[in-house]
């Protein structure tokens, strides 16, 4: 089996160098080496992969990085047969380690090539302006990626990743953007039936359960059931907002009759003005004239390597 990783030394300030170095010093099996430069290469990276390694049974890409980079990763090659994705954590929220399995350690890794376990997972697809977009954590609307943005691209985030602390950036992000924030009017179609909302806060489509660093928001959603969660927020005032978005931690927002949660396996958002999205925390501008996005779910689609616990 090919083994290759692709390492995102920028994640979570720094911490992708730090934690590659700590593996290789200990890697004893052989394998390829790809730095990512700039935003998309891990896509660029891994689709260059897939394709030059189509006639080949099996190949194993480990990411090194955070959410973003497993993003990438899952939409450049995810969808390629002979592709089996590994993980190395190293971003500041690592919702993709709470929802999915990684490797914690090199031996992990190497009892995987010798075992070759995966297990299948779902991924999500969003139709948008034209363009479509992999998500494996969760895609949403509104002020959640509003947070996210800022966030992302904070100095208060980098300073924070380097004394550890980069997850209390986006609770910091949640309070500033209250009084940014305009909330929309939605409508969802899903399994035959519209429903609409107004003042719509934000909406997210989860593929798992966690997003922002260890919000527990869709309590029920397995990454193997070929079923997508949404979870809308709407008509509620800046400051319980705030309170619920504090009991989401615990999943408790889920007692709120603000917050509205339902299934399926294909849904619809309409949107009555130009908004920001974003797909596992990568932010996606949507605007005037492209306010709807479509999504599916593509059960079982995509292997993830497995560590054995021997």
């Not at 409508?187 to 609409?196: A, I, P, Q, S, T």
């Amino acid at each position: 089996m090919q083994l290759h990783f692709i390492v995102n030394a920028f994640a979570g300030g720094g911490k992708g160098k730090e934690v590659w170095q700590r593996f290789e010093k200990q890697l004893t099996v052989p394998y390829e080496l790809h730095f990512t430069s700039y935003s998309g290469h891990t896509s660029e990276i891994a689709r260059k992969l897939a394709q030059a390694t189509m006639d080949q049974e099996s190949v194993c890409l480990i990411a090194v990085g955070g959410d973003g980079t497993i993003h990438e990763l899952v939409n450049g090659a995810g969808m390629y047969e002979q592709i089996i994705i590994g993980v190395i954590a190293a971003g500041s929220g690592n919702d993709f380690a709470r929802g999915y399995e990684i490797f914690e350690s090199p031996e992990q890794i190497e009892r995987f090539i010798e075992t070759r376990d995966v297990t299948a997972h779902d991924y999500g697809v969003a139709h948008f302006n034209e363009h479509t977009k992999i998500f494996v954590n969760n895609f949403g609307i509104g002020f959640d990626a509003l947070v996210g943005k800022l966030t992302n691209e904070s100095q208060l985030k980098k300073w924070l990743n380097r004394i550890k602390l980069g997850k209390i950036s986006y609770a910091f992000f949640v309070i500033y953007a209250l009084f940014t924030f305009k909330p929309f009017q939605l409508r969802v179609l899903h399994n035959g039936h519209e429903k609409r909302f107004k003042d719509v806060w934000f909406v997210t489509v989860s593929n798992q359960k966690f997003f922002g660093g260890g919000m527990n928001l869709s309590p029920t959603s397995d990454t193997s059931d070929g079923i997508l969660e949404v979870t809308v927020v709407s008509e509620l005032s800046k400051w319980k907002l705030l309170f619920v978005f504090m009991t989401v931690y615990f999943a408790r927002h889920t007692k709120f009759k603000e917050v509205h949660q339902f299934s399926s396996n294909g849904v619809t958002l309409k949107s009555d003005a130009a908004i920001l999205g974003h797909a596992d925390g990568e932010t996606q501008v949507l605007p005037h004239g492209h306010n709807t996005i479509e999504f599916v779910v593509k059960e079982k689609a995509w292997k993830l390597a497995k560590k054995s616990k021997y």
